[in-house]
Structure formats: C-alpha cells, structure tokens
C-alpha cells in the first residue's frame, strides 16, 4: 500500500537547519508532483514547497523563500525539504504528500520545533 515516511525533525534553536527526509512507497514515485506542507498548533495545514517530475521546485510560503530548498532523488523515492536559518514561527508538524487521482496521500508527518 501507498506510504510515505518522514523523518528528521527535532528542536533546532532560532538560526539552525533541519533536513527533513520522506521516503515514499507502494507507488510510482517518478511520476508524482511531491509535496511538503506543515500545520502549526491551531492553525490550518499549508503548503510549503512543491517539485515536479523535472525537479523543477516551487517555494509557496513567502517566509520561507530563501531559506528553504526541495529536492528529489527518483532513485531513492525520496524527497527533501532543507531547511535553514530556522525561526520559532517554523514550529509546525511537517507533511509529506503527493495528489493522486483527486485523492491525497499524507505522511504521518515530523514534529520540527524551533526554540531558544
């Protein structure tokens, strides 16, 4: 069955980095617009960054422009979100995703925490 598997969150304190890895499954990576989005406490879940089957990438959050990167790797089926110069406003769950058939696949998501 379809999974996706996120990894590398933490607490990182106010200028640090976190790579965060999905590793996906039981589906054809290579022809799937992959996904980061994150939902902090109380708010709703947004879209962060987005990269095609080109690996062409897409940053939708403006305050995340210039510090965030997407990357993929077909081989490994996995996606990347790196992430630098972290601020506290960043604390989110962070979600691993792709759009199939009208109907989205979701990780089980990695806490990131940022904190003095």
């Known amino acids: 069955q379809v999974q996706l598997v996120e990894s590398g969150g933490g607490l990182v304190q106010p200028g640090g980095s976190l790579r965060l890895s999905c590793v996906g499954s039981g589906f054809t990576f290579t022809d799937k617009i992959m996904r980061w989005h994150r939902q902090a406490p109380g708010k709703k879940r947004e879209l962060v960054a987005t990269i095609d089957l080109h690996a062409d990438q897409t940053i939708w959050l403006d305050s995340v422009k210039d510090r965030f990167t997407i990357s993929r790797n077909n081989f490994e089926k996995t996606v990347v979100l790196q992430m630098n110069n972290l601020k506290p406003e960043d604390t989110a769950v962070y979600y691993c995703?792709?759009?199939?058939?009208?109907?989205?696949?979701w990780g089980q998501g990695t806490q990131v925490t940022v904190s003095p």
């Open positions: 995703a792709f759009e199939h058939n009208k109907r989205v696949y």
